[in-house]
């Protein structure tokens, strides 16, 4: 009996650590999450005992007993193995980890038409066009109230605000509605034909993309007539005004094109993530886009004509605006609004807003979000 006592001791000692048990969250908010590690093994107290872990990878190195490792927002998985005095490696231990965003509470929610799809900023008020509502919703953003509800017809998309007016276009007709601030009446109406969604206004012109047509069409904002178009090389969503005077525009066939609007040609495409539909200009003249069916938000080196960053997103980004040292993405698919690091290229956080969130815009302090599906309008706080 003796014998075989001593044959299983010696069995025992030659084995080495146990597979490690590791104590930490498995769900988390927090980038940089703590874990310690422990192992058993006869005769071998923890404290003398050295860890080799690793986050996504086989390839382990030395680590502390208390181990701590930025991480990006995600799925990850951590491996860990003990390794004794003796230099005898135990098992692998391996645990999955998800790191989640942040979700904050936005400041206000106020109900509006049915099926907001867009939103813009001007004359110290927010308007939101609603698409199955007919109509555009103007809200007071000193009581987060709407103050009134211009019906305009048809099924209204995109909206704008520049040279003193609200511009709106029509999905359904290609119909341009021309909205007075200061009166709430409508004032024109241009026939464009086609799909006529979200415009760049500034400089005396409108430019509508319009998706069925392939242009992009200067509408007069002094004479409210249609006096020109370009024609592009996709289906084309969005518009925006530069600094120096040129426009860039997102298609549906996954390009973004840069438009000079004297010359009447397009100067650059460039090639983008699956199903670009909203862009916005920052300061510093970067085109940032985002992708509806694709894990990313794209910065376009204006000067280069490049995409130069992405930032990896949920699928599903759509509205797009510059505030606060931010850029503010909206996510269809998940009804949240995030906040991106410009420089770091970085979701930094995440607001919880309505369902089916599209048109982003900036102002009074704030960003404002139209969510299709609960047919609301979130406020967010500019930090």
Known sequence: MEPLIRLLTALVLAAGPSAPTVHGPRETTSRAPLFEFSAREPGVATARKRFRCAFDSRTLHPCQRRYSQRLAIGRHVLRVRAVDPRGRSGPIAAIRVVVARKQLPVTATIRVGTTPVGVAYGAQTVWAVNFRGHSVSRIEPAVNRVAATI??????????????????????????????????????????????????????????????????????????????AIRLGGNPEDAALAADGTLWVSNEDGSVEHVDPRARTVVARIPVPADPDFLAIDDSGSVWVTSLRAPAVSRIDAAAGVVAGRVRAPVGTQGVAIGGGSVWVSNFNDGTLLRIDPQALEITATYRVGDQPRGVAIGGDSVWVANGLSSTVSRVALP
């Open 151 to 228: 019906d305009v017809g048809g099924q209204p998309y995109g909206i704008g605000f520049g040279d003193g007016a609200i511009w709106v276009g029509d999905y359904e007709a290609g119909v341009v509605t021309r909205i007075d601030p200061a009166t709430n009446a409508v004032v024109a109406k241009v026939v464009l034909g086609g799909q006529a969604i979200n415009p760049a206004v500034g400089g005396g012109y409108a430019w509508f993309p319009n998706f069925t047509l392939g242009l992009l069409e200067q509408v007069d904002t002094r004479t409210n007539k249609l006096v020109g």
